[in-house]
């Protein structure tokens, strides 16, 4: 937004290792935290689930007797003891069910740092650290790339200014040990440190936020061969993305005139933000991802005043503390990650995000599960 505080708060994240349960069924994305948040693909665990009942249904019809003629997914082919199907090679037996699951994982972490972010990054500061144990608990492997992007222009020099060039270092000028890379790895000597350093913008980011812009970039103009990101994003890998910003994205805020900043439900700066549209942003990140969606976890916290969700419009309280409070309300951003099968959002200015990223974890999880690397 065009405005600024004055004085710089880092934030100071924790994180363990990410990764993927490459077993059978998934576990059931989620429905989106407030009220028209996230696509699930529901539909798909429940299919396995009733694939699975239905076999262990006929077998013990079969075992009691049955005749096998009356069950269509019966494979003792009307009980004369022939298989229904043959193995590729010939051979009697099941089909082999094709290998899904996800091996390796990036996670990109887009993150507003401007001067209207501060109660919402205290907030991300107290609650992320249950989104970890809650991985931890559920997600198996560790090969991963983790990388933390600006919303906004960064000053500094070729990829230290470079939108959407991850970051490594801090708002206060930390180096974050990445090993000359601009991400971390299952590699990095100290994970948790490194992702503290990453993820410390602080709140006197750039005035004008392109989040979009700085998301797709991190994925495309910059994991190019020489490129600031180079080799952050493998095609075999999930792409989950993660936004946090109290701020919509549209380029036609610029026009909008002085807003009222007074907690009404309407736009809340007058900037100029990404160019393109929901649509066109869908298409980017899934062209990044080799034309699969289902290749991409899209998760967002955002505001939700427009759909009558728990944030109140933006408000100005000069002098205190908080000098910003409540969230624009931000219809384009949700509408981007709703368009997702694996799309999760929630209200960016919740007290506490232990539920999104519960739910977070939930959608990874079964993205994981039916996820199906190229080749």
Not at 195 to 205: D, K, L, P, Q, T
Request: glycine letters at 18%.
């Amino acid at each position: 937004m065009a405005r600024q505080l004055g004085g710089t708060i880092g934030l100071a994240l924790v994180i363990a290792s990410f990764g993927c349960d490459d077993g059978g069924g998934g576990r059931g994305a989620g429905a989106g935290y407030f009220p028209g948040g996230g696509v699930g693909a529901d539909s798909q665990d429940e299919g396995g689930a009733d694939e699975g009942e239905d076999t262990e249904d006929d077998g013990s019809e079969d075992t009691d007797g049955g005749d096998g003629t009356g069950g269509g997914d019966d494979n003792d082919g009307g009980g004369d003891g022939a298989p229904k199907f043959d193995t590729p090679n010939g051979s009697a037996g099941e089909v082999p069910e094709p290998t899904y699951g996800c091996a390796k994982v990036d996670f990109v972490f887009v993150i507003d740092s401007s001067g209207s972010m501060v109660d919402e990054q205290d907030n991300l500061l107290a609650s992320f650290p249950g989104f970890i144990s809650a991985i931890e608990g559920a997600l198996m492997n560790d090969d991963f790339h983790i990388m933390v992007v600006d919303a906004g222009p960064v000053l500094g020099f070729g990829c230290e200014a470079a939108l959407g060039a991850g970051q490594i270092r801090s708002a206060a000028g930390q180096d974050c040990g990445l090993g000359g890379k601009r991400y971390a790895t299952k590699d990095t000597p100290d994970l948790v440190s490194a992702f503290s350093c990453m993820a410390s913008r602080g709140y006197e980011g750039s005035p004008n936020e392109v989040t979009m812009d700085a998301l797709i970039h991190s994925v495309t103009v910059e994991n190019g061969a020489g490129a600031c990101n180079e080799g952050f994003l493998r095609d075999d890998a999930l792409l989950v993305a993660t936004v946090i910003t109290d701020e919509e994205d549209d380029a036609l805020d610029g026009i909008i005139g002085d807003p009222p900043l007074d907690g009404s439900c309407v736009p809340a700066d007058s900037d100029f933000n990404s160019l393109g549209s929901p649509d066109t942003w869908r298409q980017a990140l899934v062209d990044a991802k080799g034309g699969d969606p289902e290749a991409v976890v899209m998760l967002g916290l955002f505001g939700d005043c427009d759909v009558g969700g728990s944030c109140p419009g933006m408000t100005h309280n000069p002098g205190a503390v908080q000098e910003f409070t409540g969230a624009e309300p931000a219809p384009r951003l949700r509408a981007f990650a709703n368009s997702f099968t694996y799309g999760s959002v929630g209200p960016v200015c919740a007290v506490d995000y232990s539920p999104f990223f519960a739910e977070a974890v939930s959608v990874i999880d079964t993205a994981c599960d039916n996820f199906e690397p190229p080749g």
